[in-house]
Nanobody, 115 residues
Framework: QVQLVESGGGLVQAGGSLRLSCVAS????????MGWYRQAPGKQRELVAT???????NYADSVKGRFTIFRDIGKNTVYLQMNSLKPEDTAVYYC?????????WGQGTQVTVSS
């Protein structure tokens, strides 16, 4: 089991930045992959970025060059730095912990980008 607690969402103007945090209840090195997903109203949840235990990262095409996923192992925390935000980035952002046989989700944090 992994409990995940997100923070850092909010309202920002287009072009602005936000940093999301996800604190895990145990060592993130023991988790196969951590990631951020988002879900906009009326749309399916989609992958934003992932970081594996070995530190390799993966990004959705729509956020490459603008978002960065990184971690602080000592704090069991994964971050999503979001720059050059666009109105289409508006969504609820969810932290995810993926293991071989299970997926765990945080409660979500709202990000709203105004034009």
């Amino acid at each position: 089991q992994v409990q995940l607690v997100e923070s850092g969402g909010g309202l920002v103007q287009a072009g602005g930045s936000l940093r999301l945090s996800c604190v895990a209840s145990r060592s993130i090195l023991s988790i196969y992959a951590m990631g951020w997903y988002r879900q906009a109203p009326g749309k399916q949840r989609e992958l934003v970025a992932t970081i594996q235990s070995g530190a390799s990262t993966n990004y959705a095409d729509s956020v490459k060059g603008r978002f960065t996923i990184f971690r602080d192992i000592g704090k069991n925390t994964v971050y999503l730095q979001m720059n050059s935000l666009k109105p289409e980035d508006t969504a609820v952002y969810y932290c995810n912990a993926r293991e071989l046989a299970a997926n765990f989700w945080g409660q979500g944090t709202q990000v709203t980008v105004s034009s």
